[in-house]
C-alpha cells in the first residue's frame, strides 16, 4: 500500500463498521436518490399539456390562423 501523508491509505470498509454516523446517512441518502428519468415522465405530459393549451387559446383568439 502506498503512504500518505496522514500514514498508510487503508479502503473503506463495506460492512458499515468504522465509519462515523455522517458518513452512514451519506452513503444511504445518495443510494436511494430517485431515478431522474421518474420526474422526466412526470413532467414532459405536464409540459406537452400546457403548451398544447397555449396554442388552442392562440388559435382561438386569432393570433394563430
Known amino acids: 500500500m502506498a503512504d500518505t501523508f496522514g500514514g498508510p491509505r487503508r479502503p473503506a470498509r463495506t460492512d458499515g463498521i468504522g465509519h462515523t454516523q455522517r458518513e452512514l446517512r451519506d452513503r ?25 393549451g397555449l396554442w388552442e387559446a392562440a388559435q382561438a383568439c386569432g393570433v394563430i390562423a
Open 28 to 52: 444511504a441518502s445518495y443510494d436511494h436518490q430517485p431515478n431522474p428519468a421518474r420526474g422526466c415522465a412526470i413532467a414532459l405530459p405536464i409540459s406537452a399539456a400546457m403548451w398544447w
